[in-house]
């Protein structure tokens, strides 16, 4: 069975600085997806990043990069320049490339950005 | 815009009465999921279908099931609703096959 971890309950940082959320995972399969989803309070989860685990190059989306790790079974976002507006619980996600996608998700990490 | 609608978005229901939560979608997606998210917890897989396919996940209780009867709705029937069960249910959509998944906005069920 898969299964992720995020070792980080709660982080907070001030506005405009860079913040990066960890996760680990763990699988003895090839072939998967890796996501960060984030939930901002009483509203509904999106997916921020996602990150093929064939592709060897890390995935950005404008302020959000990972840095994965196949080797390690490490999978961190980072978010540049933190907005007000990044303040949400943030998941980490897993699930292996097949037909219908069984999401596995890690945790949590509640971010806050302070102005 | 296409997206997930959920209804009702809070339900108060009694411990041992019946409840219906309702997901609608307009996405026409072939796989609608349900998970369940207890407070301050990890969301997690209920089941999914896949067109009219219920595949069921093996620690599910048999007190959840579920009914979609057509490409657009899914319904997530709670038939003796316990404490425990008090809970945000999210639903969501995605392709078979495909890469991401589209959440709605959840259900907080609220058991007295």
């Known amino acids: 069975a898969q299964t992720v971890t995020q070792s980080q309950p709660e982080m907070s940082v001030q506005e405009a600085e860079t913040v990066t959320l960890s996760c680990t995972y763990d699988?003895?399969?090839?072939?998967?997806?890796l996501f960060w989803y984030k939930q901002p309070p009483s509203r509904q989860m999106i997916l921020v990043i996602r990150q093929e685990a064939y592709k060897q190059q890390n995935a950005t989306e404008n302020r959000f990069s990972v840095n994965f790790q196949k080797a390690a079974k490490s999978f961190s976002l980072k978010i540049s320049d933190s907005q007000l507006g990044d303040t949400a619980m943030y998941f980490c996600?897993?699930?292996?490339?097949?037909?219908?996608?069984?999401?596995?998700f890690g945790q949590g990490t509640r971010l806050t950005i302070n102005p | 815009d296409a997206m997930v609608i959920q209804n009702p978005r809070y339900q108060v229901t009694q411990f041992g009465k019946p409840v219906t939560l309702s997901c609608s979608q307009t996405?026409?997606?072939?796989?609608m999921y349900w998970y369940q998210q207890k407070s301050s917890q990890a969301p997690k897989l209920l089941f999914h279908y896949y067109d009219k396919d219920f595949n069921n996940e093996a620690d599910t209780p048999d007190n959840f099931q579920s009914r979609r009867p057509n490409t657009s709705f899914c319904f997530l029937d709670i038939r003796s609703p316990g404490l425990g069960d008090a809970a945000m249910y999210l639903c969501a959509t995605g392709e078979f096959g495909g890469e991401t998944q589209y959440f709605g906005p959840g259900t907080r069920l609220l058991v007295l």
């Open positions: 996405l026409n997606h072939n796989v």
């Open positions: 996600a897993f699930t292996l490339i097949q037909g219908a996608q069984k999401l596995v």
């Open positions: 699988t003895s399969e090839n072939n998967y997806y």
